[in-house]
């Protein structure tokens, strides 16, 4: 049991908790010594009690787990209520009607010896004249494709990459054309898929050793972030405060980083914005359609967990300037805590000029540099690594930025008709999307919101308009959930305003923000295929749904080997009515990467994100309270040419 005076509903989860947790579970008959911990979490106190809550009072704890017998492949969906000790739901996967338990490490850790068991992968590598004892096993998701000998069994798919020595990298060098199924309860290989005898590169791809190799260039002088007063911010447990912003934040192995009750100080009140916030899922689909590769599409959160393996962070390499850090308190596969060190990263950034302007009548001469506070995690996946920044602006924006980098999954280069970009003689590098979605609970000065499309529309030349110049906006009401699933239009700088009917500004319109997307694409694969079954979500820009604490999951609770039609597209076929109502954005955005020669041996990073921004939020500019530079070449220069101060 854990201690009632825990200070917040949304307080970190603790190691106590974690071990309470696992007792319970094996009190309840659910632990056995086979039995492994896939996802530990805490199961947050519904909405009402969280806006309820005052200091000083109980608070109720509960934690939710995923396990999996790794003697049966059995897997259980249970609640813990760590408060009194017990578990309060259980239920067992449908391994048939919903998929698997996520993967386990431990089950990866054992796959190069199922390999070096199976006669038909030894007979693949022998034709090829490698050495088995040469390769590392990818074992990657299998998805779902129907195929009869994989019903109800747990499975993944297995590609070969060889090892010269113990620095090579292995990416550098794909077995290609050949792929192993594997049944991870048996511990066997069932199957091997032996299509194309291709050619392995083998030219290196370390990117310190020959080709690649450089001298470290020496011509770039010191950088040195200092803040001699300290950060700007106050840190309260996990309450953060800053200028005008407070939040909390938690961390999840399925999630990474969650943002709670974001608001904006706006005289004596807290103003909310948005009650929850996090990146859900992701799913990286690959488009090479060889017999070997057509299944690879990860859901790396929902089928991996993917913030079990977020990095411990660095000064001056990771994050630079006055830096605090916060660890991470997660389960192991055994279901006993592990602390992440240095896991979340919270700093201040200089960010240009925030506004300026020098008045040709009034002589006006005025700069203001612009701040944001950044909360980050990073965190490397198999080949892959990406970092997630929440950043939080003087003028009541909120951005988040994906960053990936790594790198890239490579394959045999088969020629310009293929599906892949030549990075190396031989080596190629499938095209391939990573597409994020966000989860933004909204609560725009309270929680009864509407959302409406805006798009720019040019009026046609008439009496009114005699001279043809005139553009405007459209606005279009989104009342239902199907008719919010929406597609980002750049050519009609398309947004989502998300206002409050209930509160207006000082002109009389309802207060509101707006969620501008990138408008890159979304799923690329046929509406027919498997992947925009199993990752509908990503079919779309936007999906707005009614508030519903139990939908959380934009693909369904329980990804790995899912046949598919949970998450959004079951949330929203009831079609409930969204206006003047509780309602959560689901926002799909990320990249769509042919990669290049540039993005080898280790790719620079690439970017992607979305912005929420104030419309009407406000009377009028909030960041008109700015203090003017401290620096004194500005200060000096200021009488006679402000030109020198602003920067970018």
Request: a negative charge; charged letters at 25%; glycine letters at 8%.
């Amino acid at each position: 049991m854990t201690d009632l005076a825990l200070p917040h509903p949304l307080a970190l989860l603790t190691a106590d908790e974690i071990d309470a947790a696992r007792l319970a579970a094996d009190r309840a008959g659910l632990v056995t010594d086979t039995t492994r911990f896939v996802y530990v979490g805490l199961d947050e106190a519904p909405k009402h009690e969280v806006l309820a809550h005052h200091e000083g009072d109980a608070v109720r704890r509960r934690v939710s787990m995923i396990l999996l017998d790794r003697a049966t492949g059995v897997g259980t969906v249970a609640t813990a209520d760590v408060t009194s000790g017990e578990i309060v739901e259980a239920r067992t996967v449908d391994a048939t009607g919903e998929g698997q338990a996520p993967i386990l490490d431990e089950e990866f850790d054992d796959i190069e010896a199922m390999l070096l068991r199976s006669e038909e992968w030894l007979s693949a590598l022998d034709k090829r004249g490698i050495d088995p004892h040469k390769i590392r096993a990818v074992p990657l998701s299998a998805g779902n494709f129907g195929h009869d000998d994989e019903t109800g069994r747990r499975v993944c798919r297995v590609l070969a990459f060889l090892q010269l020595d113990e620095t090579d990298l292995p990416w550098a060098h794909p077995v290609d054309g050949v792929c192993a199924y594997v049944d991870l309860i048996a511990g066997e290989v069932f199957k091997v898929v032996d299509s194309a005898d291709l050619a392995v590169p083998m030219e290196r791809g370390e990117w310190n050793a020959a080709p690649h190799a450089s001298p470290e260039r020496t011509d770039l002088k010191p950088l040195e972030i200092t803040q001699p007063e300290g950060p700007s911010f106050t840190v309260d447990g996990n309450l953060i405060t800053w200028a005008d912003w407070s939040f909390r934040f938690t961390f999840d192995v399925r999630e990474g980083l969650v943002l709670h009750q974001l608001g904006f100080r706006d005289g004596d009140e807290i103003r909310p914005v948005v009650h929850r916030a996090s990146i859900p899922e992701m799913v990286v689909p690959y488009g090479d359609p060889s017999p070997a590769r057509y299944w690879i599409n990860y859901f790396d959160q929902g089928e991996y967990m993917f913030a079990r393996y977020t990095n411990s962070l660095e000064l001056g390499c990771d994050c630079l300037g006055d830096i605090t850090y916060f660890d991470a308190t997660i389960s192991d596969e055994k279901g006993r805590p592990r602390v992440i060190k240095n896991a979340i990263c919270l700093h201040e950034e200089d960010y240009g000029v925030l506004w300026k302007h020098t008045d040709m009548f009034n002589g006006m001469t005025e700069t203001r540099r612009s701040r944001r506070l950044v909360i980050s995690f990073f965190l490397t996946i198999g080949n892959y690594d990406y970092g997630f920044y929440w950043s939080l602006y003087l003028d009541g924006t909120i951005e988040l930025e994906a960053k990936a980098t790594g790198v890239v999954f490579t394959s045999a280069y088969t020629g310009p008709d293929g599906y892949a970009t030549q990075m190396a003689p031989g080596l190629g590098a499938p095209f391939h999307q990573h597409l994020f979605c966000a989860r933004l609970d909204m609560a725009v000065d309270g929680h009864r919101n509407a959302v409406d499309e805006v798009d720019a529309v040019p009026v046609p030349a008439s009496d009114t308009n005699p001279y043809g110049n005139a553009f405007r906006q459209s606005r279009t009401r989104l009342t239902s959930e199907l008719a919010a699933r929406r597609t980002a239009d750049n050519l009609r700088s398309r947004t989502w305003l998300v206002s409050n009917p209930d509160k207006q500004n000082r002109l009389g319109e309802d207060v509101a923000y707006a969620l501008h997307p990138e408008g890159q694409p979304t799923l690329l694969a046929d509406p027919s295929s498997v992947i925009a079954r199993r990752g509908a979500f990503a079919t779309r820009h936007l999906w707005v749904t009614l508030y519903d604490p139990t939908q959380k999951w934009p693909a369904g609770e329980i990804v790995n080997q899912s046949p598919g039609g949970d998450g959004l597209e079951a949330f929203t076929a009831g079609d409930r009515p969204l206006d003047g109502e509780d309602v959560v954005l689901w926002h799909t955005f990320g990249l769509t990467h042919f990669p290049r020669p540039e993005d080898w041996p280790v790719m620079p990073v690439d970017y992607t994100g979305f912005k929420l921004k104030p419309v009407g939020f406000f009377d009028r500019n909030p960041a008109l309270d700015a203090p003017r530079s401290t620096a004194s070449h500005c200060a000096e220069s200021k009488a006679d040419d402000s030109s020198h101060c602003h920067g970018s």
